[in-house]
């Protein structure tokens, strides 16, 4: 066993990991990215970022990278009710200015850890953690497994970018809280079709809805989701195809836009459950991404939100020489943005998904406001957890 001591060790290779790796490798930091896995497969993993997101890809200097090498800038979000639909420009109508990007997230991941490497980290791909090692005080400690051999690395800080199924959380030593289970998402990744290329169509109904993200490559990503009183079992497989096809359609997508599409890649579902850990730092371990917080994918706010924790973990670690300050406050940003996000999502998710005769008195009543005054629905999904939300935008939206 050798031992190694980097400035930070990052535990995941996925779009946080490489994102941070490049972030502060390129600020002079010695970096080693540990990715256990050779080539990336696609999981039906987050396909999009809305404007807050893309913005803070900008911010962290890869907003045209990813543009110019695998992301597709959408400006448009159509919203569907019946024959209607409402458009909207994401250019005009938020604070950034600017579009969603759609991507596929194995193609993201890959360019994103060559940028990482290029920027001067090094990364090693293959390699498994098995243990990481604190003490109050010390460096922490990461044991890294390889071809069965093994070697001890010390880091000023351990960072944990591996996933909604972290063991870095074990390791470091955090309590993981769940929400109740209430919705599910499926999704398909399809070639060709029919489904509008310029804009995000999203298609909702109360407890079920359908969501379509175009691709590059005349690619799309076809999302359903559904309350779990609605349906409670998942599909998974290309065999329930058809299933997902059935439940596209009761949601109110045309037949047409999927008639001719082929299915490229894996089909499965996923519990929409919030997973999360409360102050996000101790003892030299820092979680970001997925590990730090998985928000409910039927709101596509994962991208977005772990590239705010990347941007919020460099700058306060590029803005304080003690970092064991800089991950407290990188904790305390973190906690406050991402609750901003919890209680958006579950205010939507009560409005529009849940299912029961109180569920349909609140549509009643609420539904004819919104529809005159569509500013009583908090836009923090589309523009970012710095808008207002608070006591005042709960009761527009929910009349309580």
Known sequence: MTQRA?????????????????????????????????????????????????????????????????????????????????????IETTPQQLPCMNLIHPEMQEVLLKAAASAGAEVRRGDSVTQVTTSPGDAPRITVSHGGTTQEITARLVVGADGRGSRARGWGGFTVQKDPHRLFICGVLFEGGAVPRDAVSQIP???????????????????????????????????DLPQLLALAQQAGTPAEWLADARPIGPLATFEGAHHWVDHPYRDGVVLIGDAAATSDPCFGQGLSLTLRDVRTLRDKLLGESDWDAAGHAYAEAHDRYYAALHSAEDWFTRLFMEQGEAADARRQKMMPLIMADPTRVPDVLVSGPNQPLGDAERIRLLGE
Not at 26 to 45: S, T, Y
Not at 215 to 224: E, L, N, P, S
């Open 6 to 90: 980097y400035d930070l060790a990052i535990i995941g290779g996925g779009i946080g990991g490489s994102a941070l790796a490049f972030a502060m490798a390129r600020h002079g930091f010695r970096v080693l990215v540990i990715e256990r896995e050779e080539a990336f497969k696609d999981r039906i993993r987050g396909e999009s970022m809305y404007p807050w997101g893309t913005a803070e890809a900008h911010a962290l200097g890869l907003g045209e990278l990813l543009r110019d090498s695998c992301a597709l800038e959408i400006r448009f979000m159509d919203t569907y009710a019946g024959p209607m639909r409402t458009r909207r420009d994401f």
């Open 205 to 239: 109904s109360f407890g079920l809805g359908a969501i379509f993200f175009p691709q590059t490559k005349d690619r799309v990503r076809a999302y359903v989701l559904y309350h779990h009183e609605v349906r409670d079992a998942r599909l998974q497989g290309l065999a």
